[in-house]
């Protein structure tokens, strides 16, 4: 079966059909830039522009930055202030004349990845965290999701914990490979402390780069492994949202 996923992230609006028999894109995907400031108004604009391109009638998952409950969207760290307290479902909705399904981003890509990718079949707790403008994150039992756990925002060393080690700030600081894996240690140790899961999964951009930083890191209790559907993650667990609305 194929539904329509779009992914909003910081730089771009990417969205295709995705196939959730193989959990993999059917078509190759769309990308519009984020409009900046990303007010509601203009991403919605943005998003009607990709799924325009594929001239898609049927339910739409749309992934967001920030915590998502029944459609609407409640925190906005690193996105226009505009989307606190939105019904962005309705939105969306109202916009694209279709029914839609809105899901935080780091819920979306462990959705796709406990389905088809790196956690697939794995029982107890399960863990991605992405690595990107923020950190997100996505807890899962058994393959069930516990949705907008917002790891990113746990306190570390007097911060917000995507502000020590988020790939980011890697960026922004220019912080070398070895002394980023130094910052990953502190955040990930705290987290197993919390959690204890027996796997991590690290998605977002960097993931790809993971031989890089991977290998540098102190053992943990938990495996930690890279993600494996990487840059389609997002689109396919937010169709995999939508899928639900039947
Ligand atoms: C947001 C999360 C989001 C993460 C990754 C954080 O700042 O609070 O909701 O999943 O960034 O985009």
Known sequence: MNVFGVDIGGSGIKGAPADLDRGALAQERHKVLTPHPSEPKAVVGAVQEVVRH???RGPVGLTFPGVVVDGHTRTAANVDKGWIDLDAGALFSDALGLPVAVVNDADAAGLAEVAYGAGKDR???????TLGTGIGSALFIDGALVPNTELGHLELHGKDAEKHASSAAKEEHDWSWAHWA?????????VEQLFSPQLIIIGGGVSRKAD??????KPLRAEIVPAQLQNDAGIVGAAMAAAKLG
């Open 212 to 217: 890089k930083f991977l290998p540098l890191l």
């Open 123 to 129: 029982k107890g707790v399960v863990l991605l965290l």
């Open 54 to 56: 594929f001239d898609w």
């Open 182 to 190: 130094e910052r990953l240690d502190d955040y990930f140790a705290m």
